[in-house]
């Protein structure tokens, strides 16, 4: 027997709700025949909510009874847990994987080998890039996140504000091994000032928070994935000054 479900959703000229789109996705993904009801109007989507008693929708009904949204019907399905913190290290994990991957092909295409000195140096390099390209897309909420538990922040707040070009710059000039002479101190200083606040907060005062490693929208907590970001560049930027003379 088909299994029914109906779900009332925004679909306006201007405006198709995203979570009503995801709701009729996830309820046929389960198997659910769809009874798609479209509030057309701001006219139609206030009275439904007036009469369900609701502030949001979407919202699906399945054998009469409401479940609500779509974080609702993801709980529902078993995708969510009730009681997630939310917290998650997947947005470093997946910035170190891109990276890998990056640092790979293009091994693969300069010297048609996957696994040289040089991948090893553009994985650095390439997550350090990208890691700083999330904390810049909003400088004043990495900052804020950077100065709870940053030593050098918390005493000179523009360190804060600077930290990301900083990391930045010292991945893009160690991604072409350009002015060695910049990208070195910098990645050392920023590296080892961040793996000792990161390890004083974490390992020392026992602290629960948020890294900013992401960027200030993220919910990474502050350990040891966090910390491999600095001791990273605090290797990158050892490797470059001893390999002269290797």
């Not at 679909?11 to 025949?33: I, N, Q």
């Not at 030593?151 to 991945?171: D, I, K, N």
Request: hydrophobic share 45%.
């Amino acid at each position: 027997m088909t299994k029914t479900a109906k779900l009332y959703r925004m679909v306006m000229d201007k405006h198709v709700c995203p979570y009503g789109t995801k709701s009729k996705w996830l309820l046929e993904r389960e198997g659910f025949a769809v009874e798609d009801h479209h509030l057309t109007t701001r006219e139609d989507t206030d009275a439904f909510k007036e009469e369900h008693g609701v502030e949001t929708t979407p919202q699906t009904f399945i054998d009469g009874k409401r479940l609500g949204g779509y974080t609702d019907l993801r709980k529902h399905f078993g995708y969510d847990k009730k009681d997630d913190s939310g917290k998650s290290y997947i947005p470093v994990l997946a910035v170190f994987a891109v990276g890998a991957a990056l640092a790979v092909a293009l091994s693969l295409f300069v010297y048609q080998s996957p696994l040289t000195i040089r991948t090893a140096e553009w994985f650095v390099a390439f997550s350090m890039a990208m890691l700083a390209m999330l904390k810049l897309q909003d400088v004043e909420q990495f900052s804020t996140m950077f100065v709870g538990y940053d030593l050098l922040g918390q005493r000179w707040v523009p360190y804060a504000y600077a930290y990301p070009f900083l990391e930045a710059s010292a991945a893009v000039l160690m991604a072409g091994r350009i002015l060695p002479w910049i990208s070195i101190p910098v990645a050392l200083t920023i590296g080892t000032i961040g793996a000792v606040s990161v390890f004083y907060a974490v390992y020392i005062q026992k602290r629960d928070i948020k890294c900013a490693c992401v960027g200030g929208s993220g919910n990474v907590p502050l350990g040891f994935i966090s910390l491999s970001e600095n001791l990273a560049m605090i290797g990158m930027g050892i490797w470059m000054l001893l390999r002269p003379a290797l």
